[in-house]
């Protein structure tokens, strides 16, 4: 970990702490450090977008850390998820003028039950909002292992192809030490992927955004940074601080 990212953990945690407590703070660990600079471009591009963000705490802290660096308007509401549907504590005062026809942007980690979010937009659409619109971390999680699929793998239907998007998946086959999957190669060939019971697949995390929602982004599929332009923006910002 380099100077400029360990500065960023530490001004990671103190935000968090600002917020939530040092007790939080300590345990609520900054993203991966590849995504700094998507999560700084997304910020940066969507501040002037939008009236209002709400941190879906605790893991949407993450992506308000960076918003926070913008000057962008954050309220802060702490979700908890129980029995099938999910608590609602506003840690920021939300008042019907801040909510009241303005372009809301919800910052989310992620969203695979898609309780924590529901709750959230039937809080929010009673103050009217123009529209709320959504922007998460990550794409897919890795969450499930081959063995938890083969148990349960109604309950996950998509697993096989939320891990292997650009495949051509033609047959999944259950063996004693895992998964084969057939695929179609760029040749037109079967070819054969061999997956062991500890290895792990993906749910893509915004199947289960709930409707109310207008638009859905991730910074992996929409805010790469390939050019690290994000990144070394972010560094001048804390070098400033």
Not at 110 to 127: I, N, P
Request: proline share 4%.
């Amino acid at each position: 970990m380099t100077d400029a990212e360990k500065n960023l953990v530490g001004d990671f945690r103190k935000y968090v702490a600002y917020k939530l407590g040092e007790d939080v703070a300590s345990r609520l660990s900054p993203m991966s450090i590849y995504l700094f600079g998507e999560a700084y471009k997304a910020a940066q591009t969507l501040a002037p977008e939008y009236d209002l963000g709400i941190e879906l705490a605790n893991d949407g802290l993450r992506l308000g850390y960076f918003f926070n660096l913008e000057r962008f308007p954050l309220k802060t509401v702490k979700l908890r998820r129980i029995g099938r549907g999910a608590t609602w504590e506003p840690i920021d005062y939300l008042a019907d003028e801040d909510v009241h026809g303005k372009k809301l942007l919800l910052l989310d980690n992620d969203c695979l039950s898609g309780r924590t979010l529901r709750r959230a937009v039937r809080e929010l659409r009673k103050f009217s909002p123009k529209y709320i619109d959504l922007l998460l971390i990550y794409e897919g999680i890795p969450i499930l292992t081959v063995d938890e699929y083969k148990k349960s793998k109604d309950r996950y239907p998509h697993a096989i192809e939320d891990s292997y998007p650009n495949l051509s998946i033609t047959e999944v086959r259950e063996t004693s030490e895992g998964l084969e999957l057939d695929y179609i190669d760029d040749v037109g060939m079967i070819e054969t992927i061999e997956l062991n019971d500890k290895m792990r697949l993906a749910i893509k995390t915004r199947r289960n955004v709930p409707e109310g929602i207008r638009k859905t982004m991730t910074l992996c599929e929409n805010f790469e940074d390939s050019s690290e332009e994000g990144l070394r923006s972010l560094e001048r910002i804390l070098e400033g601080k």
